[in-house]
């Protein structure tokens, strides 16, 4: 058995503290360090006072930590400290690179864990009342991403499935739609974005691919898009929906 530490890859979920797991709000309680991504909130790092908060943020489009660099902090901490967490927005194994820090931790001979947390998709779900699937109109589902290294770029074919959920969405969006509407989508397929998804300052817009296609505009925090029929309204959803899209300060005015 290694003298080493232990690492644990933690999943924080979608924003909101309340959001991540029994598990990983204990680990996080008797951590050493916490190594953790740009996305994962004050308020949540707020559930490890005693640990030692190493930011290894990776943030499209923004300056970020090499990943090669990041795997070095782990294994090197991990012989230094009992209780290393590697913190990741959502779930670790959802576009979170951990096949690379697993393997590196593997290669090194330290002893890790994965601990899910709440990928955005489902929170997004949840957070508009909106489910991905749907008896009679959608029975598949496909996350994807654009985001991809340079050398990937054949693997960047949109999946066919009812249901569609693209994580970083927000610079991609025109091109998203501009694809999909060539491929055969019809112009007014719902679309739902959610930005800074379960957070204070969350922002849900509801749109077709045909408005898509013009783009978002700016945006301040993780965006995440939903295409598909199941993303219509029902019919008694117009008054909730506009609480949910409203700010916190717009509701207490």
Not at 87 to 115: H, S, T
Not at 127 to 147: H, I
Request: net charge negative.
């Amino acid at each position: 058995m290694s003298a080493w530490g232990k690492v644990y890859l933690i999943g924080a979920g979608p924003g909101a503290q309340d959001l991540i797991t029994l598990r990983g709000a204990r680990l996080l309680a008797q951590a050493d360090v916490v190594l953790h991504d740009a996305l994962v909130t004050d308020e949540m790092l707020e559930l490890c006072p005693q640990a030692e908060k190493i930011l290894v943020g990776k943030r499209c489009g923004q300056l970020s930590t090499a990943q090669q660099f990041i795997n070095k902090q782990m294994v090197d901490n991990a012989k230094k400290f009992p209780l290393v967490v590697r913190l990741k927005g959502g779930d670790p194994m959802m576009f979170g690179r951990a096949d690379e820090e697993l393997r590196a931790l593997e290669e090194a001979g330290i002893e890790v864990e994965v601990v899910p947390g709440i990928t955005t998709a489902l929170a997004a779900a949840a957070a508009t009342k909106q489910p991905l699937t749907k008896r009679g109109v959608a029975r598949s589902v496909a996350f994807f991403t654009s985001s991809t290294a340079p050398e990937h770029r054949e693997q960047d074919a949109i999946p066919d499935t009812d249901t569609l959920v693209q994580y970083m969405g927000g610079r991609e969006a025109i091109a998203t739609a501009e694809r999909l509407l060539a491929q055969g989508r019809r112009a007014d397929t719902p679309v739902v974005v959610i930005e800074n998804c379960s957070r204070p300052d969350q922002q849900i817009r509801r749109l077709t691919i045909a408005e898509l296609a013009q783009g978002l505009g700016s945006a301040h925090g993780p965006v995440l898009v939903m295409l598909g029929d199941a993303m219509q309204m029902r019919s008694h959803q117009y008054d909730t929906d506009a609480e949910l899209t409203s700010t916190p300060e717009q509701r207490r005015a």
